[in-house]
């Protein structure tokens, strides 16, 4: 399981495109949003880098990355 702190996810909109585009490379991912502390925590065979840069690229900066257990 890995925690991203994403910059500028304010809404449900901004979380639902996270969500797409994480989808879109790993059909089996599974992603939970917390909005208002600007939370996504993902547990997916992707590695981390390539699920903040996936995240990056669609203009929501991560701050912070964790590996969680």
């Known amino acids: 399981m890995y925690t991203f702190k994403v910059s500028g996810m304010t809404c449900p909109s901004c979380a639902s495109s996270i969500k797409a585009v994480l989808k879109r490379k790993d059909p089996e ?4 949003v917390d909005i208002q502390h600007q939370i996504v925590k993902v547990k997916s065979s992707l590695n981390r ?3 903040a840069d996936m995240i990056n690229d669609i203009g929501y900066p ?4 964790e590996n969680a257990s």
């Open 29 to 32: 991912i599974e992603v939970s």
């Open 49 to 51: 880098e390539a699920l």
């Open 62 to 65: 991560v701050e912070k990355s």
